[in-house]
C-alpha cells in the first residue's frame, strides 16, 4: 500500500512540474497547422476564431500560403461577414515531450470535426502528425 501511495504521489509531483508552452512555440505550431490544413484550399477565405491564440502570436499572426485568414473572438465569430463555417484551437496539451493540439472545425449545419495534432521539437524546429480524428452531427 505504501508502494502505490508513493508512485502516486511522485506521478502528481511530476505533472504539476510540467513547463508551459511558450506562445514561441504556440506560434510556430499554429502555423504548421493551418498550413496544412488550409493548403491549397479551394475557400476565399478561412475564418479562424481567436480562441486558445495568446495575444502575443495574434499581433504577429502567421501568413498561410495562398489562404486569407479572418480573425474573430469567440463570441464575435457570427457577426463576421461569410463567417458562417469557422475553426479554432479548442486545447493545447503537454504530454510528456510532445505537445497535444486539438484543431476543431464548425459548419453551418451545426456539424463539427476536429483532429488531434501530435507535435514534437526536434533540432529547434516543430513537427507534427495527426494522431486522432472525431466528427459531430449535432
Known amino acids: 500500500m505504501l508502494f502505490l501511495i508513493l508512485i502516486v504521489g511522485g506521478d502528481l509531483a511530476k505533472s504539476q512540474n510540467v513547463p508551459k508552452i511558450s506562445d514561441g512555440d504556440k506560434f510556430q ?14 475557400a476565399k477565405t478561412i475564418c479562424l476564431s481567436t480562441e486558445n491564440i495568446p495575444k502575443s502570436v495574434l499581433k504577429q499572426f502567421p501568413d498561410v500560403d495562398n489562404v486569407k485568414l479572418t480573425l474573430s473572438a469567440p463570441d464575435k465569430i457570427g457577426e463576421v461577414l461569410g463567417c458562417g463555417d469557422y475553426s479554432y484551437f479548442s486545447r493545447f496539451e503537454k504530454k510528456g515531450s510532445s505537445i497535444l493540439v486539438y484543431f476543431t472545425s464548425k459548419y453551418r449545419d ?3 470535426s476536429g483532429r488531434r495534432f501530435s507535435y514534437r521539437k526536434a533540432k529547434g524546429k516543430w513537427h507534427g502528425r495527426i494522431v486522432g480524428f472525431s466528427m459531430s452531427n449535432s
Not at 505550431?29 to 479551394?42: D, M, N, W
Open 29 to 42: 505550431i499554429i502555423k504548421s497547422i493551418l498550413s496544412k490544413e488550409f493548403q491549397g484550399s479551394v
Open 110 to 112: 451545426v456539424s463539427s
